[in-house]
């Protein structure tokens, strides 16, 4: 079977959507508390981050690099699967909790990553670190129920194509324990290459019968 590090539900995937989840995130609460434009444009660089275009760039790339393994992977399997004549198996059950613990898991992370970020920002700048300020201070209002609904759509994601992942792996195992019926095979006859002369047909066919036979009594 795949390692799990390569599955759509492996921690490289899941990375993966948490830094592109943080990117959303962070550019979201700038974008909602100043609007667009220059405002926006101002508060990004004299905030400390200069650091952050390219840092958008390598979370972005990371996050279609594995948007497109991913659509590999579902592509091969469904192709695995119609090579097999499987027919769908049903979807796992139990969505609820596994968007609960999903979006919790990509919460916190995205939580703990834009506490970090915006410390490091402060710190750099005014020589302190902001710390929980930056999720339920003043400066940041509007930072938690954004970073709530991001991870909430990054988790819903999540949980939609991992059950599309299962549910072809689970259709494909079914279809490989089917027994098979045996193949047959139709060939032709088997020619040996001895091809038998008619007898009439021999150098001795061209003589007459026996008198002997020929004579009537």
Do not use: K, N
């Not at 390569?6 to 100043?34: M, N």
């Not at 399997?77 to 059950?93: D, E, I, K, V, Y």
């Not at 988790?155 to 299962?166: D, H, K, Q, S, Y």
């Not at 045996?182 to 047909?201: C, E, N, Q, T």
């Amino acid at each position: 079977m795949t390692p799990r590090s390569c599955r759509i539900s492996g921690p490289i995937a899941f990375w993966a959507l948490a830094g592109l989840a943080l990117l959303v995130s962070h550019d979201a609460i700038f974008f909602v508390q100043h609007g667009p434009g220059e405002t926006l444009t101002r508060a990004l660089r004299d905030a400390g981050h200069a650091y952050w275009t390219v840092a958008s760039l390598g979370l972005a790339a990371a996050g279609l690099a594995t948007a497109a393994i991913v659509a590999v992977r579902l592509l091969r399997l469904r192709s695995h699967a119609r090579r097999l004549g499987a027919a769908a198996a049903a979807r796992p059950t139990g969505w609820w909790g596994r968007l609960l613990l999903t979006w919790g898991r990509l919460f916190a992370i995205v939580a703990v990553g834009f506490v970090i970020q915006e410390s490091a920002e402060h710190f750099a700048m005014h020589g302190h670190a902001i710390g929980l300020g930056a999720l339920i201070g003043p400066e940041y209002p509007l930072a938690l129920p954004i970073l709530a609904l991001v991870s909430l759509v990054a988790g819903l994601i999540t949980v939609l194509v991992t059950a599309v992942e299962v549910a072809l792996e689970a259709t494909i195992a079914a279809a490989s324990r089917q027994p098979r019926p045996p193949r047959r095979l139709i060939r032709p006859p088997a020619d040996l290459g001895v091809h038998r002369i008619p007898i009439l047909a021999r150098a001795a066919a061209g003589r007459a019968p026996p008198s002997v036979l020929t004579h009537r009594v």
